[in-house]
C-alpha cells in the first residue's frame, strides 16, 4: 500500500518555508546541505541526494547527502564520464528526463550507487537540475524504503532544486574562492579526461573548456582553424560526451559531393523525384535524427543547399525532394570549416543568417605549431599506433628526431604529422627514430644554439600571424601587441618577405 500524499494546502506552506528557509543561506556548502535536507523532510523520505556535473561536464560528484535524518560526511565520490554503472542518473541526466520508480526491483534497476539501508529501497525519484538557459547541471535524488509514489513530487522538487543550483552560481560569480568544488572555476586546471583527445598545453586546456560548455547544451558549433587540426575528432567528442551520445552521429563533407547529389543525400528524395529515383529515400537530417549531424566544409556548401539548410535550423524541418509535405526532425547541427566564412559572406557566397545561425557557439582548434609539447605527445600515439597496426615493438625516440619535430612548423598540423611518423615507422629499419627518418624540408638544425632556435620560433610566430590577417601588417602588429615599425624591423631581421607568407597561403588552399 502506497504511503499518503500530504495535504495540498499544508505541502505547499512547507514548500514556500523551505524557498525562503534557502534564499537565506549565502555559502555554497550550506545550500547544498540545505536543499537535500528540505527535499527529504518536504517527501518524508529516508534519502536525499544531490549529484552535481563540474566545469568540463564530464565528471558527476556526490555533493550533499541527507540520510537517516542527517547529512552524511562520506568522502565525496566522482562518477566516471559516461555514468555507465549507475544507469538510473545515466537516463535522468542524458535525456533530461523525470525518472519516478513507485516500486524499485534489484534485479532491474542498478542501485548500488545508493547507501546502505536496513531496509531495502523501494522507491526512487530522479530530477535533472537546469540552469535558467536549460543546461543541465545536476541531478537530484529521493529514496524511500516505503513504497511511495514519488513522481508527484517532481514539479514542486525541481522547481525548488533549480532555484538551489541558481543560487550556487550566484554565490559563485560573487564570491569564487569561498565555492564548493563543482562550481570552481577551471582556470589552468586540464580536463580530467580531454574528452578523448590529445594534448595538456594551455591552448588545448582552453578548447577543453569551451567543449565543456556545449556538452549539454543543444546550440549549434561552428567549428573553425587551420585544415588538419582535427575539427572531425571535436565534433565526435561533443557527441559522445555530450547529451545525445547514445544517439546517431552521422558525417558529411560538403566538398566531396555535387550540388545535385548533396541536396538528395542530406534532405532525402520520394520516389519519382527524379530519373533513377525508383524508391524513397532517407536523407542524413532524418539519420541523425535525435542526434548530431557534422557537416564539414561547410563554406563550400551551395547557396540553394545554404537556404535549406536554414529552414532546418530555423524551424526543424525538412522536405525531402519530389515531395511537398514536410516533417520534424531533432537535430544538432556541427559545422566546421577552415575558410573565413566572414569574408564569404562579404564576397556573396555564403548566406549572413545562415552564418549567424551557426556561429552562436564558435570554437576555434589551436595549429599544431602552437601547441608545444604536444607535438611529441601526439607523435608518440601515433607512432605506437604504427607499430601495433605493423606488429612490430615500439621504436625508441632520439633526441635530435624530438628537436627536429619541435622546430618544424607543421603547415599541415596534425594531418600532416600523423602521416609523417607512419612514413617514419615504415623507414625506421632499426628501433629507434632518427632525424633522417623524416627528412623535414625547413626544419631547425639540432645543432642550433639558443639564440637560433628562438628567432626560429619568432620566425614561424610572426609568418602565421600575418597568414591569419591576410599578410596585413598592421592587423598583424596589433595581434601581437607591437607597433607596426617593430613588426617590419623584426620581419627584415627574420628574412620575412610578403612572398613567402602568400606561398604558403597557397600550399594550405591546395590541401
Not at 3 to 16: D, I, M, T, W
Not at 82 to 104: F, K, P, S, W
Not at 183 to 210: K, T, V
Not at 390 to 409: H, I, N, T
Request: aromatic share 6%; with cysteine.
Amino acid at each position: 500500500m502506497f504511503s499518503q500524499l500530504p495535504q495540498p494546502l499544508h505541502y505547499a506552506k512547507a514548500l514556500f518555508a523551505h524557498f525562503t528557509r534557502l534564499a537565506g543561506l549565502g555559502e555554497s556548502r550550506s545550500l547544498c546541505q540545505g536543499l537535500v535536507e528540505s527535499t527529504s523532510r518536504l517527501t518524508d523520505c529516508d534519502l536525499s541526494q544531490l549529484y552535481l556535473l563540474d566545469e568540463t561536464h564530464t565528471r558527476l560528484t556526490l555533493t550533499a547527502e541527507w540520510h537517516q535524518n542527517r547529512w552524511q560526511t562520506r568522502e565525496q565520490a566522482s562518477l566516471p564520464s559516461d555514468y555507465h554503472r549507475e544507469q538510473l542518473l545515466q537516463y535522468c541526466l542524458l535525456q533530461n528526463q523525470v525518472l519516478a520508480i513507485d516500486t524499485l526491483d534489484s534485479h532491474l534497476h542498478d542501485i548500488a550507487f545508493l547507501p546502505e539501508s536496513p531496509a531495502p529501497w523501494c522507491s526512487l525519484l530522479c530530477l535533472p537540475l537546469q540552469s535558467e538557459r536549460r543546461q543541465v547541471l545536476g541531478v537530484l535524488l529521493v529514496a524511500s524504503a516505503q513504497p511511495r509514489r514519488l513522481g508527484h513530487f517532481a514539479e514542486s522538487l525541481g522547481l525548488l532544486g533549480n532555484f538551489a543550483v541558481g543560487q550556487l552560481g550566484l554565490l559563485n560569480r560573487l564570491d569564487a574562492p569561498a565555492t564548493s568544488a563543482p562550481f570552481e572555476p577551471a582556470g589552468d586546471r586540464p580536463c580530467p579526461s580531454g574528452y578523448g583527445l590529445i594534448g595538456d598545453s594551455p591552448a588545448m586546456r582552453a578548447l577543453y573548456q569551451m567543449i565543456g560548455k556545449v556538452l549539454h547544451n543543444p546550440v549549434n558549433v561552428l567549428l573553425t582553424g587551420e585544415t588538419g587540426t582535427g575539427k572531425e575528432l571535436v565534433a565526435r567528442a561533443i557527441h559522445d560526451y555530450g547529451s545525445r551520445r547514445t544517439r546517431p552521429f552521422v558525417v558529411q563533407n560538403c566538398a566531396s559531393l555535387p550540388e545535385n547529389l548533396l541536396e538528395s543525400e542530406m534532405f532525402g528524395y520520394r520516389k519519382g523525384a527524379f530519373s533513377g529515383a525508383d524508391r524513397d529515400h532517407a536523407g542524413l537530417l532524418d539519420a541523425a535524427d535525435t542526434g548530431t549531424l557534422f557537416l564539414d566544409e561547410i563554406g563550400d556548401m551551395p547557396l540553394s543547399l545554404q537556404a535549406k539548410l536554414l529552414r532546418v535550423l530555423q524551424e526543424g524541418e525538412v522536405r525531402p525532394l519530389g515531395s511537398t509535405d514536410t516533417h520534424k526532425v531533432d537535430v544538432r547541427i556541427i559545422a566546421a570549416t577552415h575558410r573565413d566564412l566572414k569574408q564569404l559572406v562579404e564576397a556573396g557566397s555564403f548566406r549572413e543568417d545562415l552564418y549567424y545561425r551557426l556561429s552562436h557557439f564558435p570554437i576555434e582548434l589551436p595549429p599544431l605549431q602552437e601547441r608545444g609539447q604536444d607535438i611529441l605527445q601526439l607523435a608518440r600515439h601515433f607512432a605506437e599506433q604504427a607499430c601495433a597496426f605493423l606488429q612490430r615493438p615500439v621504436c625508441r625516440w632520439s633526441q635530435d628526431a624530438e628537436s627536429q619535430l619541435l622546430a618544424y612548423p607543421f603547415p599541415g598540423n596534425v594531418r600532416e604529422l600523423k602521416g609523417l611518423i607512419e612514413r617514419a615507422i615504415l623507414l625506421c629499419d632499426g628501433n629507434e627514430l632518427l632525424p633522417e627518418h623524416f627528412s623535414l624540408e625547413g626544419a631547425a638544425s639540432s645543432n642550433l644554439n639558443l639564440r637560433e632556435r628562438l628567432e626560429q620560433v619568432e620566425r614561424n610566430l610572426l609568418i602565421e600571424s600575418l597568414r591569419r590577417n591576410q599578410g596585413n601588417q598592421t592587423s598583424a602588429a596589433t595581434e601581437l601587441g607591437l607597433p607596426r615599425r617593430t613588426l617590419l624591423y623584426r620581419m627584415q631581421r627574420l628574412n620575412i618577405c610578403a612572398a613567402e607568407v602568400r606561398a604558403r597561403e597557397k600550399a594550405d588552399a591546395r590541401q
